[in-house]
């Protein structure tokens, strides 16, 4: 004879899968908390991935920097210790945007004879300058928008006083190379008397206002090369003592 389980043994057991079948399902709470949590890890990894990103852009940055050390240097050794710079004297028959340093060491960067003649044009000076604008930019900073005539954003010390302006300033004429910032992040040149303290990037325009020519691209710190090929970062500020006009 089959005997029936007692009635409230069967309601024990539906309530045991009722509360079962409760507890497999999220509720609305639960189900927020997770989204919440799944949003915030994503932001955590967006921002990782980010500073990864900046922390890579300022160590090519320091390699541009020192790949352009390399051609400085080399062009002073064939040119008795002369040190292009932005405003350097112009030769008999050359145009003096045919002088400015980047131009000067190009042959060096790209490992071939490139020759700007006197008769180029100026534009066609900065279309040839653009062969080289890998080495010439600073990859936290757009050519497009903060660059100088879209070939390059590093800003060389104008350090001729007047009486230098007209006249070839050589390695041997330097007293102190280590203490003496050849070129910055920034746009084309800046001034020792009045740049060298971050006003934030970017720029409000193109071309910055006067004294914000050098830029603090990598999280607020700027890469400096210095004439003795050493490259230092600052934060916020480049003390003057490093901004100085040389010789």
Request: glycine share 4%.
């Given at each position: 004879m089959w005997i029936s389980p007692p009635t409230s043994q069967l309601q024990s057991e539906d309530s045991s899968n009722l509360l079962i079948m409760k507890r497999t399902a999220f509720t609305l709470t639960e189900l927020l908390i997770t989204l919440s949590i799944v949003a915030i890890l994503m932001l955590l990894s967006i921002s990782a991935a980010q500073k990864v990103i900046k922390s890579s852009e300022k160590v090519r940055c320091a390699?541009?920097?020192?790949?352009i050390s390399g051609g400085v240097v080399a062009?002073?050794?064939d040119n008795n210790g002369w040190i292009p710079s932005w405003f350097s004297?112009?030769?008999?028959?050359?145009f003096w945007y045919q002088q400015e340093w980047y131009l000067l060491i190009?042959?060096?960067l790209s490992g071939e004879n490139t020759i700007i003649t006197p008769l180029t044009p100026h534009a066609d000076v900065?279309?040839?300058?653009?062969?080289?604008?890998?080495k010439l930019h600073c990859p936290s900073v757009s050519l497009q928008l903060y660059g100088y005539q879209g070939t390059l954003n590093y800003a060389a010390n104008i350090f001729e006083p007047v009486a230098h302006q007209f006249n070839k300033?050589?390695?041997?004429?330097?007293?102190?190379?280590s203490q003496?910032?050849?070129?910055?992040?920034?746009?084309?040149?800046f001034s020792p008397q009045n740049d060298g303290?971050?006003?934030g990037f970017p720029p409000s325009s193109n071309p910055p206002p006067i004294g914000q020519y050098i830029y603090f691209p990598h999280n607020g710190t700027c890469n400096a090369l210095f004439l003795d090929g050493h490259i230092e970062s600052f934060k916020s500020s480049i003390p003057k003592n490093f901004l100085q006009l040389w010789p």
């Open positions: 390699a541009n920097l020192r790949t062009f002073s050794q004297p112009s030769d008999p028959g050359i190009a042959p060096y900065i279309n040839t300058a653009r062969i080289f604008q890998d300033v050589h390695f041997l004429d330097i007293s102190s190379p003496s910032i050849y070129l910055t992040d920034g746009y084309s040149i303290t971050d006003h």
